[in-house]
């Protein structure tokens, strides 16, 4: 067989394989043989970022250390910065203060990059759900790729929920920007920082907006948001 012939037949997958071999050779499209090995690759090499909110954050503590060992799934090198991070672990109760800098570290992760949302709180707020200073659920702010419901999850199930992500990680193909926004043209668009808490509007302040409202004055200045960068 000539090389062109050789690299045609690479690239049909609709190939005969010969008799005798059907258990020992697998026949792809080259796109996809590529995939499977970039993903293998991905999938068992994830960098999470070191990064606990409450109590949900002792479980995944346990989950990295030995008697769990999530190094058997490649994923040992929890990184303290998000530049070196592709999964972030959002475990516990997200507050309104604390969303602002999870959303900043969100947009501060390379692409490709993935969330687990773990525990009820990081769900939807759990036992504070509609709490004053509680938000119901991160994936009200980033996108959320696998969810761990439990108050905390154990260890076996966070380790079944990081698995999931490594399936969805082997589901994606490669170059394909549909299927990884990453590989569109251009960067890709940062999710907005919101701004919540008391500081946007002070009860206190509720008789000086109604009588603002009826044009005795101008509203009063709202007080800077301490979040903010300088
Ligand atoms: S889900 Fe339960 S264990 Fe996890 S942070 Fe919330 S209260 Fe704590």
């Given at each position: 067989m000539t090389n062109d012939n050789f690299l045609k037949e690479l690239h049909n997958p609709d190939m005969p394989v010969p008799e005798g071999m059907e258990s020992t050779v697998a026949v792809t499209g080259f796109n996809e043989l590529l995939s499977s090995i970039y993903n293998w690759g991905r999938s068992n090499s994830i960098w999470p970022m070191a990064f606990g909110l409450a109590c949900c954050a002792i479980e995944m503590i346990a989950t990295a250390s030995?008697?769990?060992?999530?190094?058997?799934?490649?994923?040992?090198?929890?990184?303290?910065?998000p530049r070196q991070a592709?999964?972030?672990?959002?475990?516990g109760t997200v507050t309104k203060k604390m969303v602002v800098p999870i959303v900043r570290l969100y947009n501060q992760m390379a692409e490709p990059k993935y969330v687990l949302a773990m525990g009820a709180c990081a769900i939807?707020?759990?036992?504070?759900?509609?709490?004053?200073?509680?938000?119901?659920?991160i994936d009200k702010f980033i996108p959320v790729d696998v969810y761990v419901p439990g108050c905390p999850p154990t260890p076996q199930a966070l380790l079944y929920g990081l698995m999931k992500v490594q399936d969805r990680i082997r589901g994606q193909a490669f170059g394909n920007a549909n299927s990884i926004?990453?590989?569109?043209?251009?960067p890709s668009d940062e999710v907005p920082v919101p701004i919540l808490g008391p500081d946007l509007i002070d009860p206190r302040q509720a008789f000086l907006l109604r009588r603002a409202a009826a044009g005795e004055f101008d509203a009063p200045e709202p007080v800077a948001d301490s979040t903010e960068e300088e």
């Open positions: 030995s008697r769990f060992d999530q190094a058997r799934f490649g994923m040992e090198v929890l990184r303290a910065t592709d999964l972030m672990l959002v475990s939807g707020g759990g036992p504070f759900k509609e709490g004053y200073n509680v938000v119901s659920g926004p990453w590989y569109g043209k251009g």
